[in-house]
């Protein structure tokens, strides 16, 4: 994993009270991330709705940036001990996705895919009901290559893994399937709340 860009602050004592166990609080923005980072062609970058591997909706960049977009502002926090208050995002939200491929999810278990191969598992309940969405923006701005740009999941209950980032895909799947760091020891649900770090946490 590469990561650059962390320096973290103590906390006052409101702001404590928003801090997950073991985190710290940074004003930075760290970037991480498993390999060299993509730079997607907006010409060529699509997003797909999966369910098992038959797609079910597909949209290009101007079609997809026709669908409803919020605005959110969420607190994130990383696996890697750093948390970052007031992130504020502007996307698509999950349950306006599915609503536009007129569909309800079809199973209890999501797989979402990056273009450079990266996957990691995410249960459905975790992504609609207004607490997930396909983030194009940050700060009112484009998402830059190293933050996931284009577009990247944002789950920000859950640690900031599960937010994969160059977003292609959602996929269904029918058992609740590892993803990338899930194979390698990270914990298949990642509550930052209960430190869910690694497998057995």
């Known amino acids: 994993m590469a990561t650059r860009g962390f320096f ?8 404590a ?26 010409d060529k970058w699509s997003f797909t709705l999966k369910d098992g591997v038959r797609p079910v909706a597909k949209w290009s960049w101007d079609e997809f940036a026709k669908l409803p ?9 990383c696996v890697t001990k750093w948390s970052k208050f007031n992130t ?27 273009f450079d191969g990266y996957t990691t598992n995410v249960p459905t309940a975790d992504l609609v009901g207004g607490k997930a969405m396909i983030a194009t923006s940050y700060e009112g701005k484009p998402i830059t290559a190293d933050h996931g740009g284009p577009a990247r999941l944002l789950v920000p209950h859950l ?12 996929q269904f799947t029918a058992r609740d399937e590892a ?15 209960r430190e869910q770090r690694f497998t057995g946490d």
């Open 8 to 15: 973290g602050k103590r906390p006052t004592e409101i702001e």
């Open 17 to 42: 009270d928003r801090l997950p166990p073991g985190q710290y609080l940074t004003e930075d923005f760290p970037v991480l991330s498993a390999g060299p980072t993509p730079h997607v062609d907006l």
């Open 69 to 77: 977009h919020v605005k959110l502002t969420r607190d994130i926090h």
């Open 88 to 114: 504020a995002w502007s996307g698509v939200m999950i349950d306006d996705i599915l609503a536009e491929a007129g569909i309800e999810a079809p199973t209890g278990f999501t797989l979402a895919h990056s």
């Open 159 to 170: 640690y900031f893994w599960k937010s994969a980032k160059w977003i292609n895909a959602l």
């Open 179 to 193: 993803g990338f760091w899930e194979l390698r020891g990270y914990h298949m649900y990642g509550d930052p709340w």
